[in-house]
Each structure stands twice: as structure tokens, then as C-alpha cells.
């Protein structure tokens, strides 16, 4: 493979197919345009205040004068604590979406329209002064605490749902950022409170910070966000304010900087469990804002500063010894200054510094994701660039920030799909004596020619949308690799497992099977025979799995109670498909560490998922998820799909094909979006596009 010089064919390929961008959403992250966030909404202190503190009357925290703003648009101060644009600013334009308006701008008999416009692209309610605690705004006169942001956020939550409705909100909020920084103001004032450091140690105060922000979280959570950007505190011991200006090296306040290393490891503790509270409902991206200023300060040269220790606004030593205020001077070249001020509010180019961090592919500063990775776009690259890159795709891994934008596209050789009816492209049609087959009308009424292959579904079944996903496109494996190619062939290819649900259905159906097994013992049976089998196929170098847990076959159209007007599902069985997940969930733990880390999997909780789109059809697309689709009687599932069985004239509306609960084509696709999604709360440990890219 060529390292040094890539033939022009490819490049031009390539860039034809960048000429496209806007039109294909997979390439955003390519060029640092990201597209998929609808809404950014911001909650903080100073850091992020777009002006909130403009709107009240006694707060004496406030940036609405010169030389604030110096470098905003129209030189206008705007009640951001710094030169131009803030941090909150900069993550919206990342994102190609209007600055978010502060929420009390909004208020008024004559800004209804502005509201409505806000709430769906975001709002920003941070305040300069503003702390986790209630309390920390007594010194600067009044501040909006965070719990009070999240009252307003709840307002504007109001103002969504009365304009998308119920379930859009739902699908807009799930997709938006919600970006928390807070934290230095309930520092500062333990610094300076007497009474707050005789009550509790700095271990004990940070753990109540972290505790009372786990809080908050928690409500907005319940209101449907599902992505948070949360910034950890930085060295406030290091900005101006706080550094010794009687020393010629002017020393950071390292007592101070100790505190904020405790909150900070008491917050990232207390973001891990919530997630496992949360059951893996959110994602996030805890930014070290810490270790990101001590980076900078260290070595400031390579980020374009020269000057880290002095305020750009003010004066006396180190332009520090009063705030930035009309009367004070500033620096003539603002990019060159980390600080804007003597509290430590970075200039407009140290934000986008930090901003440009967060969104770096390098994990030192973010984690568990980095904001590129936590609000990475889902929509699929169209044929278009997939055939424009394929003239390239030999000389591919020379543009490993495209290979990034496009799910690492090459990454996936081969794939390779185990188990059964659920994912069969028509094995079944080569065994002369099996009664399952579907290799006849209506099956495959929406398949290319409207062909029946043996798939048990109108058209294609989630097996070929992975293909379509995710498979390179280079698939002319010829068969003849020497044994160390095919090594790595199959280390990089994926391997499917769907299967159990027939399993579950014998033990029911059988008598005799059920007298030598209770469910516990049966299930747990289940899960140690699959890990056989798993091994057996790490054993020749499989390396990357997706296995896929039983879904609640209890709620299929063949096993809804059709005699009763809810046509419950049997709730007898599903209990048993839940037994059977639990399982097999603790032994793909087992398997990984036995097989010592040499296999990543993803698991994808079938249940969970079908259970919410039970829920919640229209969030999903579909109006009818308890009958079949082709089928006769009562709930169309008085007979299997056959040539004589009708079917409903619109597909994509039916969650399930047939009285044995297949889906559909547009619910087998939707299942494979939800394993492509960035959200844990179906996938565990990894998703299928981190397992794809790992």
C-alpha cells in the first residue's frame, strides 16, 4: 500500500466527493462542520453567561460595558465576560446554529416569536456568578444558581412540547447538547468563607458540589435530554486574580488548584455512576479543563499565546488588580492573551481553543468520548461519495480524517451473520425438508424485482442494512490470503449473532423440557451452550462481534392474547426472554476477560428497544406494532404469511411482517439505527459504530 504519494485518481475522486459535503452529512466531522445537533442549551456561570445578568436589576456581576464585547460583532458588549464570543458561542457556530439568546432576554409580552425560534435551536441560561449551591451568588449581590437555570430550562421544555409536540420534542431533545460549566464560583467562595471551611474539609465540600450538580443533571435528564458536554473546573489558582504578583515568577495559588483537582475527580466519579444509575440513557463528555489549562500555561507557544499569567483588561501587576472596566486599558493583540481579565475568563481566541480540544480526536483532555465523538453525525454517506470513494479506497488509510467521517468505512472487511429466521437471507431454501422457508409470495414484496430469497420479511432484513453500513466496499476477498493476511482479515471483520428466540419457543412448547428446567436454568443453559459456540469462532481469529439479545417475543402478533381488547402480551414468556439477556450479558462479561480483552463485542438489547417502540410508536415512525402485516384473522396473525394471506398496503408503518414477530423492512432498519447510534442505552459495552471503529 503506498505510504507517501497517493496516485491523483483518488484525490480527485475524493474531492468530487467533498464538493457534495452538504449534501452528505457523513463528511461533516471530516471538516469540523458538525450537523447533527438541533439544539445546543447552555447552563453555567461567567464562562458562558451570553447576558443573562443584563436582565437583573441588583446584580453587580455584569459585562454590559466597555471593553467588554471589543471584539464582538459591532465592538458591543453584550454581558459576555470577555473581548468577543464565549465558549457557549463557540460550540454553537461549531455546529451551524444561531448563538443561543440568554432566557431572560426572552421574557416578554412582544418576544413570544424569539422564544418560539430559541427553544427549538437553544437558550442559554448560564449566569455570571452562578454556582452548584444556591448560596454562591451572595457575595456579587445575585446570580441565577443552576438549579434556577434548570427551572427556566424547564419553561422553555414547555415552550418545545407545545410547538413539536410530545414525541418530536422527544427525538429533538434526544439529539440536542446540553453543555454545563460550573463549579469555580462554589470554590471561590469556600476560599473566602470562614464558616463554609470550619463546617466541611475541601473532600467533603467537593463531594457535596459534585452531588448537588449529579442532582440537577438528573431533572434535566427527566425532561428528555440525553448528551451532556460537562466542564470539569480549571486551575483557578493560576488565573491573574489569584496569582502571586509580589514574586517574579508570580506563583499559582497551588491550595486553591488542589481543590478544584478534588471536585474535578469527585465530579468524573460521580458522571460514571449516574450513567450506570441512568441505565447508559445518556452520553457524555466530561472536557479536563484542568489539565487543558495547565497544558497551555506550560507550553503556550504551541498554542498560539504569549502571554498566560497577565490579564488583557485591567491594571496595576499582571493587569489585576481591578476588573475590566471602561476606564482600564487592554491589550492591543487579544490573541495573543489567554486571559481577558483578572477572574480568569479566557479571551474570544483562548475559548475556541478550548472548544477546538474538546472536538479533537485526541482523548487526553475528554472522556469517556470527546465532543466530536459524543455528537457524531448518524446519517449514512449516500452512493454517490461511496462510488467516488471506492476509485480511492487503496489508498485510503491516507486520509485517516475521512476514514473517521465515514464510520471508518474500510475498517470492516467482512462480515459474517449467525443465527436465525431473524437474519436468514434464504439458507433455508437449499434444505429440501424444512417447512421454514420464504421463498414465496408476499415474502419480499419491497426486495429489488420484488423477489422472495428466503427472507423472513418484505424486503431486506437487518443483516443486509449492517452490509450496507458497514461493509467495505472492496468485498473481492478472493480466498487465496496467506494465513497471516487472513488474520488480520478476520481480526477487522465483524462477526453477527442473532439467535435464542427458538430456543425460548421450544422450552414453552415442550412439557418434558420445562419439567427438567426451571426458566433460570434453561435460559442460563442457553447463554453457556452460545459461549461454546463464540469461542469456537474466536478460535480462528474472529475478533469483533455483535450479538444481539431475544426481544420480547412474548409481544408478537402470534403470542398477543387477540381475545382481549389490549391484546396483552404474554408477559410469561417475556420474563423468560429476560432471563435469558441477563445472562447472556454476564457471559460475554466472563467471555472477554477469560479470552483476556481479545475479543470487543457489542451487545444490543433487542428488548429494551422493541419495548420502547411498543411505547412509543409514532417517536419511531410506525401506527400499528401489535398486528402483522401479511397475515389473516384477528390481529393478522391467525395464519403465517402466504401467497393468499393479505397484506397492508404500507409497509413502513408495521413493526412486525408476520404472526411470528420478523419485522418489517423499515423496522429492521430502524433496529440497525439504533446499533449505529451514538446512545448506550440500547448498546453495551460499545455501540456497533464504536465496535466498528475500535
Known sequence: MPTNKTPSLPIYSLFLGLLWFDYFPGLEAATGKLGSVPGVYVFGDSLVDAGNNNFLAFSVSKANYPHNGVDFPGKRPTGRFSNGKNAADAIAEKFGLPLPPPYLSLRGLFKEKRRKSAAVTGVNFASGGAGIFNSSDQKLGQAIPLSHQVNHWLSIHRELTNQLGP????????????????????????????????????????????????????RIHDTGARRFLVVGVAQIGCTPGKREKNSAIHECDEEA???????????????????????????????????????????????????????????????????????????????????????????????????????????????????????????????????????GLHWFDSFPGLEAATGKLASIPGLYVFGDSLVDAGNNNYLPISIAKANYPRNGVDFPKRKATGRFSNGKNAADFIVNDWLSIHNEVTGKLRPAEAQVHLS???????????????????????????????????????????????????????????????CIPGNRDTDSDLHECDEEANRSCSLYNEALVKMLQQLKQELQNSMRYSYFDNFKSLQDINSNPTRFGFTEVTSACCGSGKLNAGSHCQPISKFCPDRTKYLFWDRFGHPTEAASRTFVDLMLSNDLQYSSPLTLTQLASS
Open 257 to 391: 488548584n488542589t481543590w478544584c483537582s478534588l471536585y474535578n475527580e469527585a465530579l468524573v466519579k460521580m458522571l460514571q455512576q449516574l450513567k450506570q444509575e441512568l441505565q447508559s440513557s445518556i452520553t457524555y463528555s466530561y472536557f479536563d479543563n484542568f489539565k487543558s489549562l495547565h497544558d497551555i500555561i506550560s507550553n503556550p507557544a504551541r498554542y498560539g499565546f504569549t502571554d498566560v499569567t497577565s490579564a488583557c483588561c485591567g491594571n496595576g501587576k499582571l493587569n489585576a488588580d481591578t476588573p475590566c472596566l471602561p476606564i482600564t486599558r487592554y491589550c492591543s493583540d487579544r490573541t495573543k492573551y489567554l486571559f481577558w481579565d483578572r477572574y480568569g475568563h479566557p479571551t474570544e481566541a483562548a475559548a475556541r481553543t478550548f472548544i477546538d480540544l474538546m472536538l479533537s480526536d485526541d482523548s487526553q483532555y475528554s472522556s469517556p468520548l470527546t465532543l466530536s465523538q459524543l455528537n457524531m453525525p448518524k446519517k449514512k454517506m449516500r452512493s454517490l461519495v461511496i462510488w467516488l470513494l471506492y476509485l
Open 492 to 554: 477487522k471483520s465483524l462477526f453477527i449473532v442473532v439467535i435464542g428466540s427458538n430456543d425460548l419457543f421450544d422450552y414453552y412448547g415442550s412439557f418434558k423440557t420445562r419439567e427438567q428446567n426451571n426458566p433460570q436454568q434453561y435460559t442460563q443453559s442457553m447463554a453457556d451452550k452460545l459461549k461454546e459456540q463464540l469461542k469456537r469462532i474466536h478460535e480462528t481469529g474472529a475478533r469483533r462481534f455483535l450479538v444481539v439479545g431475544v426481544a420480547q417475543i412474548g
Open 167 to 218: 414525541a418530536e420534542t422527544q427525538i429533538h431533545l434526544s439529539k440536542s447538547l446540553f453543555t454545563v460549566v460550573i463549579g469555580s464560583n462554589d470554590l471561590f467562595d469556600y476560599f473566602g468563607s470562614f464558616k463554609l471551611r470550619r463546617r466541611n474539609n475541601p473532600q467533603q465540600y467537593t463531594q457535596l458540589m459534585a452531588d448537588k450538580l449529579k442532582e440537577q443533571l438528573k
